[in-house]
């Protein structure tokens, strides 16, 4: 199955709430006016894009009728998903490597958001991509996630540096940057613990594997990656927004892209928090992992209309 069909499917439940109620105000050949831009508005808010987004793109709507750029119905989506998908520069998506290796990626998220099978799967993505990856296994407070990720780096076929459960994670991130330096390894991927007591927690946590790793790799993380479940819908933004405060995000992982209503939450991400979503997941499979193409994106979010 291709990635236009994954994000079809992965859509499908966010397109079906969006889908009748843009039929309804966007009949072809029926004028702009102001009840047809409220009708809009009504309709983009059931995806769960987020109010300041819908709001941003039906102003920019209307900014065009009034200037004469649009004049019917028909012509709103092909304007909107040309608006949506400018919003994603290519150079924002791509991963950024370091000059010298190894490439640090931390991979932050809260438990329960998919972030070590993320981890994986990009472990995956990156081996295929011809480069050689090591995993620091720094979420050490749950021994379950260790033993997962174990499971994970021999499904991957990849090596990992872990110690014993509720081990100090700037420990195990010292020793995995040795590792990666004396491997001579391209990618060294960090699993950072994924509790959020507090915010104050989370900074001082994030801050200390920071300062531990870049005593090794001085320019190190080359990528702060957040993971993101998709199917929590706006909660998500409030994640990043902690998040970003802690630690300097680069990047998300939308993990969970296979059947969420809330997947117009990649559109409010984009707008609120000026994050380039990354990645996505699109399955439980190893391999299920693609990045984030916007206008595949825009296509499967509205195909069909």
């Not at 987020?50 to 649009?70: C, F, M, N, S, Y």
């Not at 379950?144 to 081990?167: G, Y």
Request: with cysteine; glycine share 8%.
């Amino acid at each position: 199955m291709g990635l236009l069909d994954l994000l079809k499917r992965g859509l499908s439940k966010t397109r079906d709430k969006i889908a009748s109620g843009l039929r309804a105000v966007l009949p072809f050949g029926r004028a702009i006016d102001e009840t047809l831009l409220d009708g809009l508005t009504d309709a983009m808010l059931t995806g769960d894009m987020g109010p300041k987004a819908v709001t941003g793109l039906v102003d920019e709507v209307r900014q065009a009728w009034k200037a004469g750029e649009i004049k019917e119905a028909q012509e709103i989506l092909p304007f909107l998903k040309q608006r949506i998908a400018g919003t994603w520069k290519d150079s924002d998506r791509a991963l950024h490597y370091a000059a010298t290796p190894p490439t640090v990626i931390f991979v932050v998220g809260i438990n329960g958001s998919g972030k070590t099978t993320s981890v994986a799967k990009l472990a995956s993505y990156l081996k295929q991509q011809g480069k050689s990856v090591l995993l620091g296994a720094c979420d050490t407070f749950r021994a379950a996630a260790i033993d997962q990720l174990v499971i994970w780096s021999e499904r991957a076929k990849v090596d990992i540096v872990k110690h014993k459960p509720n081990s100090d994670p700037a420990a195990v991130a010292f020793d995995a940057c040795d590792a990666a330096i004396a491997r001579k390894v391209d990618v060294l991927l960090i699993d950072t613990a994924g509790r959020l007591h507090t915010q104050e927690h989370l900074m001082r946590e994030l801050s200390k594997i920071q300062r531990v790793v870049q005593k090794r790799i001085p320019d190190a993380p080359h990528e702060v990656l957040l993971v993101l479940d998709a199917t929590i819908g706006q909660n998500a933004i409030n994640q990043a927004k902690i998040f970003s405060q802690a630690t300097k995000v680069s990047g998300l992982f939308l993990a969970k892209l296979d059947g969420s209503a809330k997947g117009g939450i990649v559109v409010g991400i984009r707008d609120q928090l000026d994050i380039p979503v990354k990645f996505v997941g699109l399955g439980e499979t190893i391999d299920a992992i693609e990045p984030f193409d916007p206008q595949m994106f825009v296509e499967a979010l509205f195909e069909g209309l």
